[in-house]
Structures are given as structure tokens and as C-alpha cells.
């Protein structure tokens, strides 16, 4: 009852500005052509009309995407753990990732574009870099926020740091790396898009996107591959989510 509680008010909320868009509310206000922001079914069915295609272009972009998160998740952990470990000399790490991650992903993709040959290559590297700042900061803060009375537990039975290390400070930053999961697929989807919007490849996603609102009598089609790209999040969204729940239900955050 308590998880319908929490579900229902955002599902009420979507279908209600669903409904207020279907019957041109959005366009009227905005003065949008319904050429420029076609209505729900109108996107609904040319999504489900090219849902081949739509396919095809999905795993061009899914699996660099999802591959690419991985990576860029295992990345900034190890680079948060490092941080942990050597506060003195890893706070000029710190300060790197930060650097790394002020560069806007529209101007890093078209750069590494030149950089790697290989498409694949390029989009993992443009998001691992997406992926990896929002996980080197969420696991820093798990890793550096233990309760003291757990500290001094361990040091009262004489655990050494790196045996305080292991048993207290990892198992306590799984949380927060799983809040970084969460927000990275929004990023390591976003710097996806954009790779695609400069890869020399004329498919995915992003390409498609790209090349259908370009073309007046498409653009449908565009927003169907945006549909995609949004049902893609949530799905990767709610698995981070079932597996937060399955691997850390001891933890007493879950409880």
C-alpha cells in the first residue's frame, strides 16, 4: 500500500499533463504547430509504426550507453576509494575530476570525435567521462560519512585502517553508489545523444534524432526516437533501483 502511495501521485501527475498535451492545450498557450510538437498519439503511432527500425537504432545506442555507464561507474569508485584512502594527495584528484567535469559534453564529444577512430570507442570514452563525476562524489561522501560509534567500535578491537577500510567504509558507500547509478544513466545517456549527434555513424539514436527533426515532414519520427530514448531510462532506472533493493536490503538504509 505504501509503494502504491508512492507511485500513484507521479503517475496521476503524467497523465494529467498527458492529457492537457493530447488535446492541444501545450500548443495553443505556447502558439506551437502541431508540426513542431506533434500530439502524444500522433508520436505514439509513428513509434509504433517503425518499432523495427526504432529497434535496430536502439541497439546501436543502448549497448555503448549501458557498457559505457559500467565503466564510468567502476571508474569513479576507484577514484573515489583512492580520494578515501590518501586524503592529502588524493584531494588534487579531486580537484582533476572536477576539472574533467566542467568541460560541457557537447564540446568533449566532437573532440574525442577526432581522437578515436572507431565510433563505439569514442561514445565509451565521452561517457565514461559523463559517468564518472557524479560516482567519484556520491561514493567519496559513503566512504568519508561512517557513524563514529562504528569507528570506534573497530578501533576499540584494534582493526587496523585498511581492515576499518574494508569492512566499514565500502560496505557503508554502497548506498551512495547506487545514488550515483541512479543519476548517471541520465547523464550517460545525455552524453550518448550528443556523441551520436557528431559520430560519423548513420545510425542510433541520437543520429536519428538529429537527422529526423531536421526534415519537416519527420520530425513525428524524431520525437518516436525520443519516446525510445526515454522508455530506455526509466527501464535502466528501475533496474538500478531492483537491484539497490535485492544486493543491499541488509544495509540500514533499506530498512
Not at 564540446?107 to 577526432?114: D, E, G, H, S
Not at 531536421?214 to 525510445?228: D, H, M
Request: hydrophobic share 55%.
Amino acid at each position: 500500500m505504501n509503494k502504491l502511495q508512492g507511485i500513484l501521485p507521479p503517475l496521476l501527475f503524467g497523465a494529467v499533463l498527458t492529457g492537457l498535451w493530447q488535446l492541444g492545450v501545450f500548443n495553443r498557450i505556447f502558439n506551437i504547430s502541431q508540426l513542431q510538437l506533434p500530439l502524444p498519439s500522433k508520436i505514439i503511432g509513428v513509434f509504433i509504426s517503425h518499432l523495427t527500425a526504432i529497434g535496430q537504432n536502439a541497439v546501436t545506442t543502448i549497448a555503448p550507453a549501458a557498457v559505457g555507464l559500467i565503466l564510468g561507474a567502476l571508474l569513479g569508485y576507484w577514484m573515489a576509494l583512492i580520494i578515501a584512502a590518501f586524503p592529502q594527495g588524493g584531494y588534487g584528484l579531486m580537484i582533476l575530476v572536477t576539472i574533467v567535469n566542467a568541460i560541457p559534453i557537447i564540446a568533449l564529444a566532437p573532440l574525442m570525435n577526432r581522437w578515436f577512430t572507431v565510433p563505439f570507442i569514442t561514445k565509451l570514452a565521452v561517457i565514461m567521462v559523463a559517468a564518472s563525476g557524479s560516482m567519484t562524489v556520491h561514493a567519496l561522501q559513503g566512504l568519508k560519512n561512517v557513524a563514529e560509534e562504528k569507528l570506534d567500535l573497530m578501533h576499540s578491537c584494534a582493526a587496523g585502517k585498511w581492515e576499518v577500510f574494508l569492512r566499514v567504509r565500502i560496505p557503508n558507500s554502497l548506498p551512495s553508489v547506487f545514488s550515483g547509478l541512479k543519476i548517471g544513466v541520465s547523464a550517460a545517456l545525455l552524453a550518448t545523444i550528443i556523441s551520436e549527434f557528431f559520430s560519423k555513424e548513420t545510425s542510433g539514436i541520437g543520429y536519428m534524432i538529429k537527422h529526423s527533426l531536421k526534415v519537416g515532414n519527420q520530425r513525428p519520427l524524431g520525437w518516436a526516437y525520443i519516446l525510445a530514448m526515454s522508455l530506455f531510462s526509466v527501464a535502466l532506472y528501475a533496474v538500478i533501483c531492483i537491484l539497490e533493493r535485492r544486493l543491499i536490503r541488509w544495509h540500514a538504509s533499506r530498512r
